[in-house]
Antibody, heavy 118, light 108 residues
Framework: QVHLQESGPGLVKPSETLALICSVSGGSINSFYWNWIRQAAGKGLEWLGQMSVSGTTNYNPSLKSRVSMSLDTSKKHFSLNLTSVSAADTAIYFC????????????WGQGTPVTFSS | EVVLTQSPDTLSLSPGERATLSCRASQSLSSSYLAWYQQKPGQAPRLLIVSTSTRASGIPDRFSGSRSGTDFTLSISRLEPEDFAVYYCQQSGSSPITFGQGTRLDLK
């Protein structure tokens, strides 16, 4: 069973770049599509984007100019970079996997909270 | 962008009752691309249903899904205490992937 664990700085300042890592254990990083999803406090879920092992990315247009994702297969890490952060980016960030050929999310990490600090 | 509108926002029921949760898509959507999730406080969402009506691994058969046109339904036949949570629908028929705003299933 694949296990996902997100990690990140916790606090970010205005205009900084948010960098998060999703560490993978118990399975191959090559067998899935990789996704980032976030959830502001008391709010719904927002899909940020997806990456395949081949390097193909698909980002949510609402963030497209600020978001990038990468996969490090040797370290079994999936990363998110979000530039020019603001208070609107305060949320819990989840990584999640989709089976190849499908676009639902069948395994999720526990999430890592990111808070905006002025 | 496909907008998913869930109703009701909150549903108050008792254990043993049947729950019916709705998710309406703003445009035509293949059955293959609609999923449902359950989320409890402080936890990540849990996949319940894929492709409108197929239960994910380990999901009890009291959970079922169906569709009529652009209206998708999650039904819980007999509520157990652990079923009280927030439920989200999600579409992947077109990019960006979107979620409904959620239905909170409360204990009456």
């Amino acid at each position: 069973q694949v296990h996902l664990q997100e990690s990140g700085p916790g606090l970010v300042k205005p205009s900084e770049t948010l960098a998060l890592i999703c560490s993978v254990s118990g399975g191959s990083i090559n067998s899935f599509y990789w996704n980032w999803i976030r959830q502001a406090a008391g709010k719904g879920l927002e899909w940020l984007g997806q990456m395949s092992v081949s390097g193909t990315t698909n980002y949510n247009p609402s963030l497209k100019s600020r978001v990038s994702m990468s996969l490090d297969t040797s370290k079994k890490h999936f990363s998110l970079n979000l530039t020019s952060v603001s208070a609107a980016d305060t949320a819990i960030y989840f990584c999640a996997i989709s089976p190849l050929g499908y676009y639902h999310f069948d395994v999720w990490g526990q999430g890592t909270p990111v808070t905006f600090s002025s | 962008e496909v907008v998913l509108t869930q109703s009701p926002d909150t549903l108050s029921l008792s254990p043993g009752e049947r729950a019916t949760l709705s998710c309406r898509a703003s445009q035509s959507l293949s059955s293959s691309y609609l999923a449902w999730y359950q989320q409890k406080p402080g936890q990540a969402p849990r996949l319940l249903i894929v492709s409108t009506s197929t239960r994910a691994s380990g999901i009890p058969d009291r959970f079922s899904g169906s569709r009529s046109g652009t209206d998708f339904t999650l039904s819980i036949s007999r509520l157990e205490p652990e079923d009280f949570a927030v439920y989200y629908c999600q579409q992947s028929g077109s990019s960006p992937i979107t979620f409904g705003q959620g239905t909170r299933l409360d204990l009456k």
